[in-house]
């Protein structure tokens, strides 16, 4: 009978200790999920950014609402309106914020040249280095480019 007994104890004891290392090696998997889990959490708003600047470098494209800006020099107010009319009437931006008199230095045949323009700042509706967008300054012909 104590053979038996034994036998029996031996295999219990089996069984409990697969149910235990069994139960241990669950919770240190949920454990390391919900760690996981809240890790990701916390720092989706920096992989989601990461990975819209993965998206964008592999496909070229551009993903709307990632702060660009266009900014447009003019001559004078005249030429600033005419140009912003333009954009607005093609829909390549959602408006189109014409500011006064600004001061601007650029080099001009190796020298440094200092103006007066207005500035105009466009937030665009497309991507910032689309041929539509960057073809009207070129189309208007108001400045050359030293280079």
């Not at 008199?101 to 497309?126: H, N």
């Amino acid at each position: 009978m104590t053979f038996v007994a034994t036998s029996r104890m031996e295999c219990l004891f089996q069984r409990c200790h697969k149910e235990a290392v069994f139960l241990s090696v669950f919770r240190s998997v949920l454990l390391m999920t919900c760690l996981l889990l809240v890790l990701f959490v916390s720092m989706y708003p920096g992989l989601w950014s990461i990975g819209v600047q993965l998206h964008s470098a592999i496909t070229g494209s551009y993903v709307p609402g990632h702060h660009s800006v266009l900014l447009v020099n003019s001559p004078n107010e005249q030429a600033a309106k005419d140009i912003g009319r333009a954009i607005m009437e093609r829909r390549l931006a959602a408006s189109v914020n014409i500011l006064s008199r600004t001061s601007t230095m650029y080099f001009w045949k190796g020298e440094i040249q200092d103006a007066s323009e207005v500035l105009m700042v466009c937030p665009p509706l497309c991507k910032p280095r689309s041929p539509q967008l960057c073809g009207g300054g070129r189309q208007s012909g108001l400045h050359e480019v030293d280079g």
